[in-house]
């Protein structure tokens, strides 16, 4: 303080006020008139803003979360983020201590993502920051078998899918169908009707579930057994004697089959 002391009229009274740094103080300046018993008090408030933030940083998982922060100032405030997958509430708000709820939408790109949000007092000139940072997100097929063998007959087999993505289905071959060709996110599962193989050899195909955005493609062999023809006869061999006769020759067989006879003397 200078000038001290004063007399009777108008006099100025100067202080000097030290910096503060360190939080809100208040200090009373108090003028007396000692002889007649009268003091009158001069408050000073030195104001030191405060932003305090309980996260600088939040690191997410690919799927969608919700965080949440305490902001805790002496001053209003101010919340943005120029990132559209990322919604702030409430966006500002007086002095005192507030909850920020911060909704982060999933990440469909298979790259990570950062964001910066930061609260704001333009008066002061005072930011905060807290990072964001996101997983990329991992496309998966994830198919119940890898291999399928089937009967020669005709039969119906499935698979099992569990995927984050939507799918498609094809088969390279004409004996096989699938049911259904396409599906969504999920536990789906594919019915595969295979037609009876007519050949004598084997026959194989691949199933193929795919997603074309994302560029995953998984695969299904599938192995048929080959047709096996088969023909007995009972009795065999037929004995006849030296008088004319009739026999009987039981053919059993799983293909068309046409008889003839290399001798004269016998007819079918």
Known sequence: LWNTIGSNGASNLKFTVRANNIATRVAAIKVT???YNITKEIQITQFVPKLELSKTEISVSAAEETHSLTIDTNMSWTATCEADWITLSPT?????????NIAIKANTLTMDRAAIIKINNSKYNITKEIKVSQVKFVPEINLS???ISADVSEETKSIDITSNISWKATSDADWITLSP?????GTSSIKLSIKANALTSKRSATIKIFNEDYNLTKEVKVTQAEFVPTMTFSPSPVAATAEKSSKIVTVVSNIAWTATCTANWASL
């Open 33 to 35: 008139l000692e002889d």
């Open 92 to 100: 500002s708000g007086p002095e005192g201590v507030h909850t920020l």
């Open 145 to 147: 078998t890898s291999s």
């Open 181 to 185: 060709t396409s599906g969504v996110k």
